[in-house]
Structures are given as C-alpha cells and as structure tokens.
C-alpha cells in the first residue's frame, strides 16, 4: 500500500505545485483529503479539455486522493476542517500569503489544535520578502529565475519551457520537504511550517550556470539545440530527421567518434581533442558529424549509439514517447476508471519501490464525492449533514449532477 501508508494529508491546495505534491504524497500510500471550494472546487476543475464535462487536467493529478467540499468562509464548515486537522500529520496549501490567515487555517491556528502539525505552504515567492504578497505563476517564475533568458535561440523572442517545470518542481521540492518534517516529527515529536516558493525552486536548478557566472561573470545564454558546456550534446539531423546525441564525456565522444561513424581519426583531430575544443569547434563539429548521419535514418544511428553504449534517442512527440515500449514496461502509462470520464490513460508513478510500492487505487475524486463519507466519519449525522447542505457551508456530490 506505499510506504507512507498511516500518514495523514489534509490537502487545500489547488491548481498544480500544491496538487502534484499531494498526489506524490497519495501514490506512495498517504492517505488524502482534499478540502475544496463548494462553488466549483480546485481551479483547475474549470480547465479543459473535458470529456462528460470532467476536466482532465484535474484527473490527472488529483488520483488517489478523496474530495471534500467546504466553504471555509463559515464558521460550520472550518468547524469541519479544524477536526480533520486534528486529526492530520500534514497540512498543504499552495494560497496567495494571507489567505489561509483569512480564512482560519493558518499555521499559527492550526498549530493550537494539533501542536504537532507539519504545516507546508507553496506560494510564488513565499511568506516572507519584499514580494510574497504577490501571486505567483509558473510562467511568471520562470521569467524571473533567467530560465527565459537562456531557453530558445539568440536574439529570438524569451523563449519559456513547455511545461510546467516550477509548478512540479515547487510539488516534488515541497513533498520531500514534508518527509523530513515527518522524520524530525518521529525524532522530536515537533511539527513546523514548510514554506516553499515557485520563484525559489527554479534557482537551484542553475547549478552549472551559477559556477560559470559566479566564477567568471560568464553570462548563461541560449543555446538552443546544443549545451552549454559539452559538444556533442545536442540534436542532430539524420537523413529522416533529428534525433538526440549524448556524448557528454570524453568516453562517449570516442566511441561515437569510432565505433558509431567510422571518424576514430577525429579523436586526435586538434579541433576535436578535447571537451573545451569541441565546443569552440561545434559549428565544424556539428557539420562534420550531420555530413555523416545524413546518409542514414535516424534509428540507424540510435542503435548504432546502442550497440557503442554511446546515450542517444529520439526526439518525440507527446504520443509517441507515450507509447514507447519501455514506458509501457515500465508502468508509466495506465488506464484508470472514473465514474464520470470513463476509463482514461494517465501518467503513471516514477518512483519504484521493491517492498512498498505505490499504487493508483482510486481516479481523481468527482467535487465534494466523499463529504458525506468523512463527515459521518466525524460523528456528523445524516440530519446534520443535510443542514449543512442547505446552508452551503458543505457540498455532498449526487449521483448525475455536474460538479461543475
Ligand atoms: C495561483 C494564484 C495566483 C491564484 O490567485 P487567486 O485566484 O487570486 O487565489 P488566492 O490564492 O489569492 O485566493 C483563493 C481564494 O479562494 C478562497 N477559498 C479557497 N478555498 C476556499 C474554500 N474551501 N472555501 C471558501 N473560500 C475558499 C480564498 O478564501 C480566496 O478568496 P478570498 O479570500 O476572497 O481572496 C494564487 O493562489 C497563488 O499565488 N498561489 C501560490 C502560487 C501557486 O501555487 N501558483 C501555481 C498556480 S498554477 C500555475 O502556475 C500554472 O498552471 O501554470
């Protein structure tokens, strides 16, 4: 059941950092509750694409975990949410800085229902600082941590990654910063607040480029296709396309040089000798090498690299790597069943475990599915329950209502 089994989450988060960590939590046994807005629950409920009028962002990373529906603004329903927190080891919220102080739920008051709380907030720029009232995006952090002044070709417009590389990065930084906290809980019996920034997590990231800028002021600029320190370590052309090459050591490069190309000559090649005069080379270096790769398709060459033991691949679309046999073999890619979607493929769980490994036992919950169950589990009865209901401080899901 995942290692984390017996660890309680009471997750009030929303959108991606602060879902993704939970979901990290969920997929190696925690045990998780998500407590969302009764008027269209996470944000990302409302962002598509749907199918039977389900978003399928919020299916993908919300699995494993239940839903709860309250309205934290009355006093019944963060009654509700103080004696799930008594009961939790960690609490997740990923709010504007001032939010949860606003609504009750800070650190400082939940610390006085449950003193042993491990309590982790993701913001933009976190709770301290001349910016943390400021909300905070990805797309926002990635400009502000130079990852736009160095993604794309030179002289192009800011280039930004295609993906959500700080909102994940802020969940999985987040998740192991809760682990410790367990761990120094198990040692001392004492919570405390886990404060995570989108706007931070992205800087760590620069550990090469902060040896270079630190050292020589050498500015990190954009490469495009190619690397910054090792040559070739870039896309290549091949007669039927590109393909990634990886000879980012001496080794590599040889047995490219020799055993995949035919150029061992090239190995003592005073252009090509070592690292630093490849990359002061790399335009001949790359020309020379294309010369010879266009003879042949690119999966010439990639089991070609194979058999050398030189790193290389493709360069895939979404739907091919997904469909990469060793994905496949790997469980990254599986089929889930929801109650409104239907039977879905999603991404699978990266982190293997030979005792305890983790599980997808439940699809992304449908908005406020399991009030009814966790407030019974309470000691709510079912006439409290329905009052509740009728004065909007909870949301029970009925079997055929849209959520949202
Ligand atoms: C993402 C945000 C900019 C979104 O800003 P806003 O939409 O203005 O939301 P806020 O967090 O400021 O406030 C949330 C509001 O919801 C209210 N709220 C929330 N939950 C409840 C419940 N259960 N009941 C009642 N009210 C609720 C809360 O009181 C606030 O309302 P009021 O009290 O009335 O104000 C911000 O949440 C933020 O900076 N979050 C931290 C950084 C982060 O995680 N960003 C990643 C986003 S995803 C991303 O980057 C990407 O997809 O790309």
């Known amino acids: 059941m995942g290692p984390l089994k017996g660890i309680k989450v009471l997750d009030v988060s929303q959108i991606m950092a602060g879902p993704y960590c939970t979901m990290v939590l969920a997929d190696l046994g925690a045990d998780v509750t998500k407590i969302e807005k009764i008027n269209g629950g996470d944000d990302s409920r409302q962002m598509g694409p749907y199918v039977n009028g389900e978003s399928t962002c919020f299916f993908q990373i919300n699995r494993n975990k239940k839903s709860v529906a309250l309205n934290l603004k009355s006093q019944e329903g963060r ?33 006085e229902i449950n003193s042993g709380i491990i309590y982790c907030s993701i913001s933009g720029y ?15 952090a990635q400009g502000m941590t130079g990852l736009m002044s160095m993604t794309g070709e030179k002289g192009e417009r800011p280039m930004k990654s295609g993906i959500a590389v700080y909102d994940i990065g ?17 040692k001392t019996s004492k919570g405390q ?17 902060a040896g270079a800028y630190f050292a020589k002021g050498t500015l990190p600029e954009p490469t495009g296709w190619r690397h910054r320190v090792s040559a070739p370590y870039q896309a290549v052309q091949t007669k039927d396309g590109y393909m990634m090459l990886g ?6 490069w040889e047995k490219f040089a020799e055993e995949v190309i035919g150029k061992k000559e090239w190995i003592d090649d005073p252009r090509y000798k070592t690292n630093l005069l490849r990359n002061q080379h790399v335009d001949e270096l790359e020309k020379d090498i294309e010369n010879v790769l266009m003879t042949k398709d690119k999966y010439f060459w990639i089991n070609a690299c194979e058999k050398a033991g030189v790193p290389a691949g493709p360069i895939n ?12 073999a790997r469980d990254m890619i599986q089929e889930v069943e929801h109650p409104v979607i239907g039977k879905m493929e999603m991404i699978g769980i990266p982190t293997k475990f030979s005792e305890t490994p983790g599980t997808i036992k439940s699809s992304a919950p449908l908005l406020g599915q399991n009030t009814d169950e966790v ?21 029970s899901y009925k079997k055929g209502v849209p959520t949202s």
């Open 126 to 140: 976190g709770q301290t600082g001349p910016y943390s009232q400021r909300g905070g995006f990805d797309l926002v």
């Open 170 to 186: 802020a969940g999985i930084t987040a998740a192991y910063s809760i682990l410790a906290a367990v761990i120094h809980k198990m």
């Open 79 to 111: 009654n509700v949410f103080y004696k799930l927190a008594k009961e939790a080891d960690v609490v997740v919220e990923n709010f504007r800085p001032g939010v949860t102080k606003s609504l009750k739920i800070d650190y400082e008051t939940l610390k």
């Open 375 to 395: 407030l019974k589990e309470l000691g709510y009865d079912k006439k409290s329950i329905i009052a509740m209901n009728d004065l909007g401080e909870i949301k």
């Open 247 to 252: 000879c980012a050591n001496q080794r590599t």
């Open 317 to 328: 679309n979404f739907a091919e790597a997904v469909k990469d046999p060793h994905y496949q």
């Open 193 to 209: 607040h886990v404060d995570i920034a989108l706007a931070e997590i992205g800087l760590p990231w620069f550990t090469w480029e």
